[in-house]
């Protein structure tokens, strides 16, 4: 790979005066300015022969779109999803990408199928090069996991909390382990409240839950960046926003509304890529916040700044919910699809 192309003039100022507004800096328009105010294409990016990359999410959307640019770029790909069928017939597909291609089928709402997901990647792989947290969707009826915990937290913070433990000997045994989560721009409208974070019955609201879970990953992701191994890296970003089969389906006004602008599956996944095949030294210290291809702020707006103490707080109540049953009066149900 060559030598990082140096920016335009001024590149830095024209991307910050961007990152002060929304429209402008998540459409395409911003994705397409910043490609060009950084010279991206320039550069190649490296090439992921031998690298063990664990994906979740991978059948749709951004999911695919990464796993496809990954395994052309040579990744050994563990590829998880929920639906069997799916799992079967979208790594079909990927396979024809390049790379290979491992599969499981888990729905990391259920913290026993995690415990099972993590020993199958355990037994499959030595070491694990990077963990992406990619699994997510918005879901407007309330369910629960089989555990009794609200199904968008469920699947959104405490099963990736718990696979990133399981897995910790498996990146710890890889040159430069790292765990990228898929987050989302959704997630400046909250602040991180643990005792706030699973909506009950009576004021369930599907956005805010999906956007309270988004903020819990990125302030885990920097307790993680605090607390985890030294050799492990730990990073977050968002796609902006990005024309997926999950948009349409939970936000079909909004959909409708910004279609002409929104990113393709392809450029929202670029800065996953890109994170997962970039040197060490590209991504710098752990504990950042992304957006194309830059460090970004985790707050916009002061309200939603992380009280002192609630990253811990949230960290001992993952801890908790992953190393004991939980106690509900809710009966589980299934998750939606």
Known sequence: MGARPDPVPFAGLVDAAMELTVAPSWSRLGYAARRRLYRWDDAPLPRLDDRVVVLTGFTSGLGLAAAERLAGLGA??????RSPDKVRDVSAAVRGAGGQVTTSVADLSDLDDVRRLAAEVADAHDHVDVLVHNAG?????RT???QGIETTVAAQVVGPFLLTTLLLPQLQAAAAGRVLTMASGGMYAERLDVDDLEMG????????????????????????????????????LHPGWADTPGVVESLPRFHTLTRPILRTPDEGADTLVWMAAAPAADLGASGGFWLDRRRRSATKVPWTHTPPGERAKLWAWCEQRTTAPTVTDDPPTDPAS
């Open 76 to 81: 050994h790909l563990h590829l998880v999803g």
């Open 144 to 146: 629960t996991s089989p």
């Open 201 to 236: 019955p009576a004021d369930y609201d599907g956005v805010r839950a999906y956007a309270r879970a988004k903020r819990a990953q990125v302030e885990l992701t920097a307790e993680w960046a605090h607390r985890g191994p030294a050799t492990v890296a730990f990073h977050a």
């Open 137 to 141: 969707a918005l879901t407007r009826q």
